[in-house]
C-alpha cells in the first residue's frame, strides 16, 4: 500500500496529540471501540456535512487507526490529489460504473489488513435509501461491518457496534439504519 499518514510513525504520534487536543477543544468525545478485526468496511454515517470529513479523520486518527476512504474524483484535482491521498483517499469517479465493489474487494483480498470508509448516503444531501456498495464490498471480501457514526448532538463519534452480514441485504441494511435512529447529523436533511 502506498504511504499514508497512517504509516508515517513520528508525525502519526504528533498529529494523535494534536487531534485529540482539538476534539478536546470542541468539546467532542470518543465513543465505542473499533474491530478487532484486521479487514472491515466502516460505515460512516450520518453523512451530512463537509464537516464529517475532518471530525471523522481526527477521530479514526486519535485511534490511531489506518483507514482508506472514497471520495469524488474532484477531491483530487491538482495540488490536493497527493494530500487526499496521503490522508487515506481513493478518488472515485461516481458518473461511471467503473466496478468500484469488485476492485475493492479485489484490495481486501490482496492484504493483510485494510479498512475503507464508506459513505452510505453516496452523498452528504438527504437519501431516501443508502446506496449498498458497502454491503456487497463486505459480504464479497467476508469482512464485517463496523457502524461509525459523528452524532452532532451529543458531539461523540466513533464506533456503535460491528456488524456481521448474513447475506439477506434487506434485512441487514434495515438493522444496520435502525442503529443510528438515534445519531444526530450536523443537518437533518
Given at each position: 500500500?502506498?504511504?499514508?499518514?497512517y504509516n508515517t510513525p513520528i508525525l502519526l504520534g504528533v498529529v494523535a496529540i494534536l487531534c485529540r487536543?482539538?476534539?478536546?477543544?470542541?468539546?467532542?468525545?470518543?465513543?465505542?471501540?473499533?474491530?478487532?478485526?484486521?479487514k472491515y468496511v466502516l460505515v460512516a454515517a450520518p453523512h451530512t456535512s463537509n464537516w464529517d470529513f475532518p471530525l471523522g479523520l481526527?477521530?479514526?486518527?486519535?485511534?490511531?487507526?489506518?483507514?482508506?476512504w472514497m471520495g469524488k474524483e474532484t477531491l483530487f484535482k491538482g495540488w490536493r490529489g497527493p494530500f487526499?491521498?496521503?490522508?487515506?483517499?481513493?478518488?472515485v469517479n461516481r458518473s461511471s460504473a467503473n466496478n468500484m465493489v469488485a476492485q475493492t474487494i479485489d484490495t481486501y483480498n490482496s492484504n493483510e489488513s485494510f479498512v475503507v470508509a464508506i459513505p452510505p448516503e453516496?452523498?452528504?444531501?438527504?437519501?431516501?435509501?443508502?446506496k449498498t456498495g458497502f454491503y456487497y464490498i463486505?459480504?464479497?471480501a467476508d469482512v464485517p461491518i463496523a457502524l461509525g457514526f459523528l452524532d452532532y448532538k451529543c458531539k461523540k463519534g466513533g464506533f456503535l457496534?460491528?456488524?456481521?452480514?448474513?447475506?439477506?441485504?434487506e434485512k441487514d441494511i434495515a438493522g444496520i439504519q435502525s442503529c443510528y435512529a438515534e445519531v444526530s447529523g450536523k443537518y437533518a436533511g
Open positions: 500500500m502506498s504511504k499514508t499518514i487536543f482539538f476534539l478536546k477543544i470542541i468539546g467532542w468525545k470518543l465513543q465505542g471501540e473499533p474491530p478487532l478485526e484486521s481526527a477521530i479514526m486518527i486519535v485511534y490511531r487507526l489506518e483507514i482508506r487526499m491521498k496521503w490522508l487515506g483517499g481513493i478518488p453516496g452523498t452528504r444531501s438527504k437519501v431516501e435509501r443508502w463486505a459480504v464479497g457496534s460491528t456488524w456481521y452480514p448474513t447475506g439477506d441485504i
